[in-house]
């Protein structure tokens, strides 16, 4: 299999801009991810339209405590979470000494309380 080169920030505006298969998308998305570049690997795996994957990150970002991670995959995948998801991380973070993340989450969660 090719080994797709991530590239440079011009170009990358580029190909999110543009269309492309949802195979080429996922090329650049598991690049990204292979680089440690997780942001950016999820907009190409929403590009592509793999819920599926940005599911998987959901569930990773829950399990070590990470807001940040969890907002931008709600924003990818278009919804917000449920307040049940944001009090697990919370409780994640908190394990894990992320004190911020843990506030943010708690934070969420009250947002998504109120809305409903």
């Known amino acids: 299999m090719k080994q797709t080169v991530i590239p440079n920030s011009l170009k990358r505006r580029d190909f999110i801009e543009q ?16 680089a440690g570049r997780i942001q950016e690997g999820i907009v ?7 819920t599926d994957r940005l599911e998987a990150l959901a ?23 449920s307040s049940d998801r ?15 993340y843990s506030e943010t989450a708690r934070r969420q969660a009250r947002v998504g309380d ?3």
């Not at 190409?44 to 793999?50: G, I, P, T, V």
């Not at 969890?70 to 924003?75: E, M």
């Not at 944001?86 to 911020?100: D, F, H, S, V």
């Open 86 to 100: 944001w009090l697990k991380l919370a409780e994640a973070a908190e394990k894990a000494g992320k004190t911020i």
């Open 44 to 50: 190409f795996l929403s590009k592509a339209n793999a």
């Open 19 to 34: 269309e492309m298969s949802d195979a080429e998308s996922l090329a650049f998305a598991d690049a990204y991810m292979e």
């Open 59 to 81: 569930e990773q970002a829950v399990g070590e405590g990470d807001a940040f991670l969890l907002k931008q995959v709600g924003q990818a995948l278009g919804r917000d979470f």
């Open 114 to 116: 109120a809305e409903h």
